[in-house]
C-alpha cells in the first residue's frame, strides 16, 4: 500500500513544477486539477487546490474546477462524423468508442493500481523504520493543519476585505458618475450665466455710447453758448470803454467816479474770468466724467446731470452779470447825461424848461428798466 505521505509529498512537488512552468493562475489551478485526476486519481475540490496553489482568490480553483470538468466532458464525448454513415451507425460506433474509452481507462487505473501495490510492497520495509517518526510527523502535520487553518481563514478575510473594496470601489465609480453629471450641470449653467453677462455687456456698451454721445452734444453746445457768451462780454466791455472815453472828455468831475466804475467793472471782468475759469474746470470735470463712463456707467448719468445743473448755473450766473453791467452802464450814462445837463443850465440859466424837460426824460429813461436779454 502507497504512503499517503508520500502522494502527497509527490504531489506537492509536481505543483511547485507546474507553478514554474505555468505564470497565468487561472491556467496553473486547471492543470493541477488535471495533475490531480488523471496522474494521482484525486477528485479535485477548491479548498484542496487552493491549498496546494495559494495563488489568487477562492474564486479563481472554483473557476479553474468548473472549466476543468466541462472540458473532461467534452473530450470523453465520441462523435463519429461522416457524411455516408446513417445516424444509427454513428451512434453505435460512437457507443463502442465510449466503452472501449471506458475500458481503456479501467485498465489504465488497474495497472495503476497493480503499480502501487507493488510500490506498496516495496515501501512496506521502510514503513518499519518510519513509524519512529511518525510522531514527529503526526506533530509537524497538526501544526501544519493549523497554519492551513490560519491561511484559509486570512484567506477568507482578504476575500472579504476584497469584496468591501469591489463594493467601496463601486459606490466611489457611482460618486464620480454623479459628480461628473453635476459638473456637467454647473459647467451648463456658468455658460448660460456667461451668454447673459456677455449681453448684459453689449447693453451697457451700447448705453455707454449713447451717453457719451449725448455728453459730448451737451459739451458741443455748452462750449457754443460759452463762446457766444464770450463775443457778448467783449463788445460789452467795447461799449463800456467808449462810454468811459466819452465821460472822461465831456466831464473831468466824472473822473473818481469813472475810476470808481472801472474798478468794479475789473470786479466783474475779474469775476468773468473766474467764472470763465470754473467754467472751463468744469468742463475738464465733465469730460473726466465721460471718460469714465466705460468703467461707471451708473455714476456718469448722475454727474453729466450735475454738469448740466452747473452750466445752468454759470448760465444764469453770466445772465445776471451781464444784467448789472448793463445796468452800470445805464446809470453811467445817465449821470454823463444829468452832468452835462448841469453844464448847460450853468452855461444857460434863462432856459429852465428843455434842461427841466431833459431832465424828467433822463429820469425817466433811468428808472425805464432795460429789456433781458433773451436766454439761448
Known sequence: MTNPADLENQLAADVEDLKKQFSNTQVLYKEVCALMFLRYGITPTVNRLYQLVRRGSMSVPSDALRQ????????????????????????????????MWTLAQQAAVDGLTAARNEAAEQVRAAEAAARDQAAAFEAA???????????????????????????????????????????????????QAEAIAASERDVARKELLAAQGEGEKNLATFNAQLDRFREDS????????????????????????NNRLGKQVEQVQQRLT??????????????????????????????????????SRWEAACERLQGELASQQDAS???AETNRRDARL???????????????????????????????
Open 234 to 257: 467783449a463788445a460789452s466791455e467795447a461799449r463800456h470803454l467808449a462810454i468811459e472815453r466819452r465821460a472822461l472828455l465831456d466831464l473831468d468831475q466824472e473822473r473818481q467816479r
Open 274 to 311: 473766474e467764472t470763465m475759469s470754473e467754467q472751463a474746470r468744469a468742463t475738464a470735470t465733465l469730460q473726466n466724467q465721460i471718460g469714465s463712463l466705460q468703467g461707471r456707467l451708473g455714476e456718469a448719468e448722475g454727474r453729466l446731470a450735475a454738469a448740466r445743473e452747473d452750466s
Open 68 to 99: 476543468f470538468w466541462q472540458e473532461l466532458r467534452e473530450k470523453s464525448r465520441v462523435r463519429i462524423e461522416h457524411p455516408d454513415l446513417p445516424d444509427a451507425l454513428k451512434t453505435a460506433a460512437a457507443e463502442s468508442m465510449a466503452a
Open 333 to 335: 450814462r445817465a449821470q
Open 141 to 191: 502535520e497538526a501544526r501544519l493543519s493549523a497554519l492551513l487553518d490560519t491561511e484559509r481563514r486570512r484567506a477568507d478575510d482578504l476575500a472579504a476585505r476584497l469584496g468591501d473594496r469591489e463594493a467601496a470601489y463601486a459606490r466611489l465609480a457611482e460618486q464620480r458618475t454623479s459628480d461628473h453629471a453635476a459638473h456637467v450641470r454647473q459647467l451648463a449653467a456658468a455658460r
Open 346 to 376: 450853468q452855461e444857460h440859466p434863462s432856459e429852465p424848461g428843455p434842461v427841466a424837460g431833459a431832465a424828467d426824460d433822463a429820469a425817466a429813461g433811468q428808472r425805464r428798466p432795460r429789456p433781458r436779454k433773451p436766454r439761448r
